[in-house]
T-cell receptor, first 113, second 112 residues
Framework: EAGVAQSPRYKIIEKRQSVAFWCNPI?????LYWYQQILGQGPKLLIQ????????DSQLPKDRFSAERLKGVDSTLKIQPAKLEDSAVYLC???????????FGPGTRLTVL | GENVEQHPSTLSVQEGDSAVIKCTYS??????FPWYKQELGKGPQLIID?????GEKKDQRIAVTLNKTAKHFSLHITETQPEDSAVYFC???????????FGTGTRLKVLA
């Protein structure tokens, strides 16, 4: 079974630029999560989708972050404009939903200069 | 909201010794507690989990215990090996939300 795929793996941008991350969850997984992991900390939930609907986006900085999940499968997370404090690893994860075991992708390491 | 505290932040053990990592949670409604291992440059990987209707679960050298009354759970690794070196995260989740709250992580170093 293929795991959660993410791209790109690394991204370096200047502050105020825009960036987008892509995630392809495990086939059949209805629930998709985007987490932000700042160096030395645990993952923090940004947004959770159930199929293509948003379940929780309470910690998403909506003035600069946006996310969508097209047709309940792939998802993109966008930051516009980026700030220095957005430097982090952005992790995508998926689960079957009811079963709840969550599987993470390898992450995208974002550096904002 | 839910808060998860994890201790210690770093742990060094000799190869073959045991390692114990402890977490406490605040929301008594939490009922699912996974543990993740994160190696450098990789995403967290689920290694073991426990649900609130069970007090202990074991998988080879790894075990997790849960004390619902005290609201804490622990990860036990026996006969540690160098490949166990990584950062370990605990998490708590509540039925109905599927929202995971993670601890701050423990960096485990197994010295050969």
């Amino acid at each position: 079974e293929a795991g959660v795929a993410q791209s790109p793996r690394y991204k370096i941008i200047e502050k105020r630029q825009s960036v987008a991350f892509w995630c392809n969850p495990i086939s059949g997984h209805a629930t998709l999560y985007w987490y932000q992991q700042i160096l030395g900390q645990g993952p923090k939930l940004l947004i959770q989708f159930q199929n293509n609907g948003v379940v929780d986006d309470s910690q998403l900085p909506k003035d600069r972050f946006s996310a969508e999940r097209l047709k309940g499968v792939d998802s993109t997370l966008k930051i516009q404009p980026a700030k220095l404090e957005d430097s982090a690893v952005y992790l995508c994860a998926s689960s079957l939903g009811v079963v709840r075991e969550m599987f993470f992708g390898p992450g995208t390491r974002l550096t904002v200069l | 909201g839910e808060n998860v505290e994890q201790h210690p932040s770093t742990l060094s053990v000799q190869e073959g010794d045991s390692a114990v990592i402890k977490c406490t949670y605040s929301d008594s409604a939490s009922n699912y507690f996974p543990w993740y291992k994160q190696e450098l440059g990789k995403g967290p990987q689920l290694i073991i989990d426990i649900r609130s209707n069970v007090g202990e679960k074991k998988d080879q050298r790894i075990a997790v215990t849960l004390n619902k009354t005290a609201k804490h759970f622990s990860l036990h690794i026996t006969e540690t090996q160098p490949e166990d070196s990584a950062v370990y995260f605990c998490a708590a989740s509540t039925s109905g939300t599927y929202k995971y709250i993670f601890g701050t992580g423990t960096r485990l170093k197994v010295l050969a």
